[in-house]
């Protein structure tokens, strides 16, 4: 039998307390009281920068702390573009995943075309038809 313990099982009760008085100040709560959640930025201005938020969906709350500092001219300038190439290159692989996927079902089609004419050319071979 394995037994399995935390390490927060050994700790004292004073630094069990610390621990979560450090994660507790760790929380932001938002303007309506909510433990915001962190979510990612896509905007041009702060691609990729994250921020608190509120964690209710459609709240009037506009609750926003940044996360992350904010970022130098040259990648706000950059990133836009690489996400643009990078979607456009999503689509094209979509479009070559529906192709390819196209051409499989045309290749089982003549393979099976290929069996029927091998096993016609047989039966005629043999004077079976
Ligand atoms: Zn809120």
Not at 22 to 28: F, G, N, R
Not at 55 to 77: E, H, K, N
Not at 103 to 118: A, G, P, Q, T
Request: net charge positive.
């Amino acid at each position: 039998m394995v037994l399995c313990f935390s390490p927060f099982v050994f700790l004292s009760v004073a630094q069990k307390i610390l621990r979560v008085k450090t994660a507790y100040q760790k929380m932001v709560l938002c303007f309506c009281g909510r433990i915001a959640i962190v979510r990612t930025s896509w905007t041009s201005t702060n691609p990729g920068r994250r921020f608190h938020s509120c964690p209710q969906t459609y709240s009037r709350c506009d609750f926003i702390g940044w996360v992350d500092p904010l970022m130098c001219v040259r990648s706000t300038a950059i990133i836009p573009g690489l996400l643009r190439k990078m979607n456009k290159q999503d689509e094209v692989n979509h479009d070559l995943k529906v192709e390819v996927e196209k051409l499989l079902v045309e290749v089982r089609k003549l393979k099976m075309y290929l069996i029927c004419s091998c096993v016609l050319i047989v039966a005629i071979a043999i004077g079976y038809v």
